[in-house]
């Protein structure tokens, strides 16, 4: 059974960082674009950054410059780096590969 584990959420004052991480079971993590989405409070889930298998990225306009999403295949993980954090960026963040999702990692930013 294919699996996805977010970990690294928190609470952070603004101008923080946090670091999600995303692992993921069998070759799903290599094989596939991985993408992480965030779901803030009473708005639709967003794609926030994702990253091919080749190692494209790509990014919301809401994150560039402040985020870095990255993956490390032999540990089957993808990461994402959020630095400059802001109120806004307050959210259940998610990742996402082919057909499957993790369960949510809570990310609270508190001004």
């Known amino acids: 059974q294919v699996q996805l584990v977010e970990s690294g959420g928190g609470l952070v004052q603004a101008g923080g960082s946090l670091r999600l991480s995303c692992v993921g079971s069998?070759?799903?993590?290599?094989?596939?674009?991985m993408d992480w989405y965030r779901q803030p409070p009473g708005k639709q889930r967003e794609l926030v950054a994702g990253?091919?298998?080749?190692?494209?990225?790509y990014y919301a306009d809401s994150v560039k410059g402040r985020f870095t999403i990255s993956r490390d295949n032999a540990k089957n993980t993808v990461y994402l780096q959020m630095n400059s954090l802001k109120p806004e960026d307050t959210a259940v963040y998610y990742c996402?590969?082919?057909?499957?999702w993790g369960q949510g990692t809570q990310v609270t930013v508190s001004s």
């Open positions: 069998g070759t799903l993590l290599r094989i596939n674009t």
């Open positions: 990253i091919t298998s080749g190692g494209r990225t």
């Open positions: 996402f590969g082919d057909i499957y």
